[in-house]
């Protein structure tokens, strides 16, 4: 079997499946489909209130405009949409939450008759008192924003207040919060805050919609869940999943943001008036800043203790999301923040309380890293506090208290094989931790930082995984999964897990693309940075089950047993009587027998499937259970930077990051994903935040939103990974794609503290910021 | 709206095409001319997925015309390499693993052929300014100025 052998495709940095049609333009993305002549155009009027009733809309002038088809608007979607919390409908029917929010939809023979159009649609509003800041939103006399709370569907495992707007409270009541305290020699208690972001992809969201009189639908999308779309897509409409298809094109580039679902269902609303033709719904630029999910906000509130040896004793965290107006998926991240509420730490005693609550900012949702990033930000800084108040370095203190293998976790997990402190030394060897270098000139400052970090897939108990195999005249083979590529390389790993588990060459896997939910294998979603990990156990699974057949189908013809048989480089090969036999001489047609006894055999079809089977629920008053998630993907970073003290610039000098990925499938691709989360890390720390004035973005364009360029990004970025294994991870691999960014941004804030002595409790760390607190710190020096 | 016939030289190949006034170039390629490599990342020439060359000069293809193309020579990502044989800049592309979710790319490289096309040996620093205007969001930039090193040792070497 090939865990013995020598590993041909597994652990090598094999190029990229999709490389050459990416770079040749070839490459076809949702926008690129051609959809023929009857091809429609939809566009979205928006809510000019942070929050309304919708009086009366009138379309009529609208609707006359030579060109326009049909107007769409929330009578014709009365259903509810949403991942864990059905709280959306895809257009507004009584109410608009946010700027921005969908109020009507016009569908026209081009994007500008329909934008002209819906500029003539007459709506009358009344606006209602706005909430935009999750302390005071909390409060019970804060304008309710879903008064159907109570009504909405939601995930067994979320706990939604009706008649608040709190749509998730997680707590965690471990070993004896109170009397910890007393034991305390040192406590740090802080108020952190990280703001709303902006995924920035680069393809914008897109969705075409196609509603045939047959009642059939059809969308094609930019998107991380074609199934999920599916699911969600059909419960709204009142549809069986079954007539609903949905077809996903490559992804330019998705980050959470096309996850669940966000726009694609105003195109399925639009077309259901127009049956027969698609129609196109693209959005814009500003679109994308204003009504695509964002990250959620985070105030976050913490009190952390320890012994003066620096053991930690006790934590007591609070968490107010702002989940912006719909929380339909955030819900979730505020329990998995909850979940994961101390970090990569062991604390005895802990009191968490994680709260999702609904604001009038824009829809907040998944994004890289689901929670962790921002939780990171105030634990990671919180920690380096009290190592300073300890006299203890920050790394060493981290040693001390970080999870390690066979640990109790918060949740009264026990915690499987991790690599963490291999992580941690690793970092701090590449930053040259506790050596001092001089900054390059006399005006600039240098520093060092660092922080850990520790993330599980984020997900319903039981996600599913499917994966098919079927072969080729001549021995290569068709690869069918449901996971999509975004970017990360899940083709390429699909590819090679198959080659090296069936024994091919990996140029004879071709992946079935692009994913459609008619003929590919089921798939729940591509996030979590769970592909590897549970798609590749499904592909590993069908590809033994092929690999099953042919042996067992030869070892017959043969008349041997199937144990001394192998399959190497598409050739069944015996290691007792040497034989050999190529793939393409039975994989479709069968053997024929010897004296025309006719054949054996027939087409081999391999099936494989993966679903955690052993994810239990968490006590609702204490957060306590067997096993709340699958694994935890551990890793660390450390980040070297000087500050322009006379402008307040940072200037990253170095990052190295280390993670421990079980097993690096593909190293390039690990490698890949380090560097580009490291890069979108720092420019969460350092440029972004979505300038939100009374709920409307302020800066919804490339130009005034910023994002790090190659002119910002670092030149020296270190990247290391260890392994140690998962025990149900293909070849002992676990995902890596999310985790990357975690740490990034406490290491920057730890790093700057260590140039200036200042600290940043509030996200991000742009220049003016810095720039102000050297003005402070000078005045206070004078 | 007015309609203009206009004469545009498009990786090599002559199109004689009838534009409205207010048609850009980008949609003149992707639209009318079915060049869909180039990409539209946000209409408002700050993201560069829609870069082209015009006349040799990268452009932000949203932010050009139809008709100002015309008389003039565009070239786009397919009309980098020939048949299956890639631009040094394309295979730097491959090689290095410059390329992840896709969508900057096209533009990426033809700013860097660019870069290459006036400047056959540039430093670090000048690739990262004359990527300054291709935004990307997956890679981190790290392959992607090895991969603009790599091509201009390549075409070094030739």
């Known amino acids: ?782 | 709206m007015a309609v203009h016939s206009i004469t545009v030289k498009v990786n090599g190949a002559e199109e004689r095409v009838r534009v409205p006034s207010n048609m850009t170039l980008l949609r003149l390629l992707r639209e009318e001319l079915g060049l869909t490599g180039t990409k539209n990342g946000c209409s408002a020439g700050e993201c560069g997925a829609c870069t082209v060359m015009l006349n040799g000069q990268p452009v932000n293809s949203c932010m050009v015309l139809a008709v100002e193309a015309d008389g003039a020579e565009v070239t786009t990502v397919e009309g980098l390499g020939s048949g299956d044989e890639l631009d040094v800049i394309q295979q730097a592309f491959v090689e290095v693993g410059a390329v992840q979710c896709g969508f900057c790319t096209p533009g990426m490289l033809i700013s860097a052929r660019a870069l290459l096309n006036r400047n056959p040996n540039p430093g670090e620093d000048e690739i990262r300014e004359a990527l300054v205007g291709n935004l990307c969001r997956c890679t981190g930039y790290k392959p992607i100025i090895a991969a603009v090193q790599r091509a201009a040792k390549m075409m070094r070497k030739r």
């Open chain 1, 1 to 782: 079997m090939s865990d013995q052998q020598t590993l041909r495709y597994v652990g090598k940095s094999v190029p990229r499946l999709d490389a050459f049609d990416k770079v040749t333009g070839a490459a076809e993305y949702t926008d690129d489909v051609a959809f023929g002549p009857g091809l429609l155009y939809g566009r979205v009027l928006r809510s000019p209130y942070a929050h309304a009733l919708i009086k009366r809309i009138d379309a009529s002038k609208a609707l006359a405009v030579p060109g326009v088809k049909a107007v769409v608007t929330g009578k014709d979607t009365p259903g509810f949409i949403g991942l864990y919390l059905r709280d959306r409908h895809i257009f507004c029917t009584d109410r608009v939450r946010c700027v921005g929010d969908s109020v009507a939809g016009v569908i026209a023979a081009s994007e500008e008759i329909a934008e002209n159009a819906m500029r003539l649609i007459e709506v009358e509003y009344e606006p209602l008192p706005a909430v935009f800041d999750p302390l005071q939103a909390i409060k019970p006399d804060a304008p309710l924003i879903h008064p159907d709370l109570g009504s909405y569907h939601v995930a067994a495992f979320l706990l939604p207040k009706p008649g608040t707007n709190i749509s998730n409270h997680f707590k965690v009541r471990k070993g004896d919060i109170d009397g910890a305290w007393t034991k305390c020699e040192v406590i740090v208690d802080e108020w952190y805050r990280t703001p709303q972001i902006q995924h920035v992809p680069l393809e914008p969201h897109i969705a075409v919609g196609r509603w045939d009189r047959s009642g059939e639908v059809t969308m094609w999308s930019s998107t991380q869940a074609p199934f999920t779309q599916r699911n969600l897509i059909a419960q709204a409409f009142g549809l069986s999943q079954g007539r609903v298809r949905v077809i996903g094109n490559l992804v330019g580039g998705g980050f959470g943001c096309k996850a669940g679902v966000t726009m694609e269902g105003l195109s399925v609303a639009m077309a259901k008036l127009v049956p027969g033709h698609p129609v196109k719904v693209r959005f814009t630029r500003e679109e994308e800043f204003f009504c695509a999910s964002t990250r959620q906000g985070l105030v976050a509130h913490v009190k952390l203790g320890a012994t003066k040896d620096g053991k930690l004793l006790a934590l007591e965290v609070e968490y107010f999301w702002d989940g912006g107006c719909y929380t339909e998926y955030g819900t979730n991240i505020t329990r998995a923040a909850g979940y994961s509420s101390t970090g990569p730490y062991v604390v005895p005693n802990v009191k968490t309380d994680s709260y999702c609550v609904y604001t009038n900012n824009p829809s907040a949702g998944p994004m890289r890293g689901f929670g962790m990033p921002e939780i990171h930000w105030s634990i990671e800084q919180t920690i380096d506090r009290l190592a300073e108040r300890l006299e203890i370095d920050g790394v060493e203190l981290r040693r001390m208290n970080c999870v390690k293998t066979g640990d109790e976790i918060v949740t009264g997990m026990i915690m499987h094989p991790i690599g963490l402190t291999q992580c941690i030394d690793k970092v701090a060897e590449a930053i040259g931790w506790g050596k001092k270098a001089a900054p390059s000139a006399p005006h600039r400052k240098r520093g060092k930082g660092i922080a850990i970090m520790w993330k599980a897939p984020a997900m319903p108990h039981n996600p599913g995984s499917e994966a098919w195999l079927v072969f080729n005249d001549d021995g290569t083979l068709n690869l069918g999964v449901g996971g999509q590529e975004l970017g990360q390389g899940a083709f390429t790993i699909a590819a090679q897990i198959a080659a090296e588990q069936l024994g091919v060459p990996l140029d004879w896997v071709r992946l079935a693309r692009p994913i459609d939910t008619r003929y590919s294998p089921y798939e729940w979603q591509t996030v979590a940075s769970r592909t590897t990990w549970s798609m590749g156990n499904a592909i590993r699974a069908a590809a033994s089950d092929a690999r099953k057949q042919i042996l067992d189908l030869v070892a017959q013809f043969w008349d041997e047993s199937a144990d001394d048989l192998d399959i190497r480089d598409g050739e069944v090969i015996s290691h007792k009587s040497e034989r050999s036999l190529s793939l393409r001489d039975m994989v479709i047609g069968g053997l024929r027998l010897p004296g025309d006894q006719g054949f054996i055999g027939g087409p081999i079809m391999g099936r494989g499937k993966f679903m955690p089977t052993y994810v239990t629920d968490l006590d609702p008053e204490t957060g306590q259970g067997k096993r709340a998630v699958v694994h935890y993907t551990v890793g660390a970073e450390a980040v070297e930077l000087e500050v322009d003290t006379t402008t307040g610039q940072v200037e990253v000098v170095k990052v190295a990051a280390a993670f421990d990925v079980g097993k690096a499938v593909n190293p390039g691709l690990v490698v890949g994903q380090i560097e580009g989360g490291v890069v979108q890390g720092l420019s969460s720390a350092l440029f972004e935040q979505l300038q939100l004035e009374k709920g409307r973005p302020l800066n919804a364009s490339f130009v005034d939103y910023r994002i790090m360029s190659a002119m910002d990004a670092p030149k020296d970025i270190i990247s290391e990974y260890v392994e140690v294994g998962q025990d149900d991870g293909p070849w002992g691999a676990r995902g890596v794609g999310e985790h990357t960014m975690v740490p990034t941004a406490p290491a920057v804030a730890n790093a700057i503290y260590d140039a200036l002595g200042i600290r940043f409790n509030e996200m991000p760390l742009t220049a003016e910021k810095i720039y102000m607190a050297l003005q402070e710190q000078r005045g206070a020096e004078d």
